[in-house]
């Protein structure tokens, strides 16, 4: 099972950014998975997860309103769709799948002037 973060970059605060989470050699069946982010020198911080059941999603505080987190789970995809971006959102962005080890490589977020 891999899970294959990407869309990273960088951009200026105000920008957006799109990331996919994309899986091989598993499938998004009934399942949930989460978008996380680690910033330089913190932990982990939960961004907001997806339902493959029924594409319901949560967010936490601070990703409401800036974040969507959507889903193609005939393409075992995931996206994470950030706007509004703040010199705060510099991470290293991963998806996992959760209630699994399986957790992706992340792909770098920075934003900055």
């Known amino acids: 099972v891999q899970l294959q973060a990407s869309g990273g970059g960088v951009v200026q605060p105000g920008g957006s950014l799109r990331l996919s989470c994309a899986a091989s050699?598993?499938?998004?069946?009934?399942?949930?998975i989460g978008w996380y982010r680690q910033a330089p020198g913190k932990g982990r911080e939960a961004v907001g997860c997806?339902?493959?059941?029924?594409?319901?999603?949560y967010y936490v505080d601070s990703s409401k309103g800036r974040f969507t987190i959507s889903g193609d789970f005939a393409k075992n995809t995931v996206y994470l769709q950030m706007n509004d971006l703040k010199p705060e959102d510099t991470a290293v962005y991963y998806c996992?799948?959760?209630?699994?080890?399986?957790r992706g490589q992340g792909t770098l977020v920075t934003v900055s002037s």
């Open positions: 996992k799948i959760l209630g699994t080890a399986y």
């Open positions: 050699g598993f499938t998004f069946k009934y399942v949930t």
């Open positions: 997806i339902s493959s059941t029924d594409g319901s999603t």
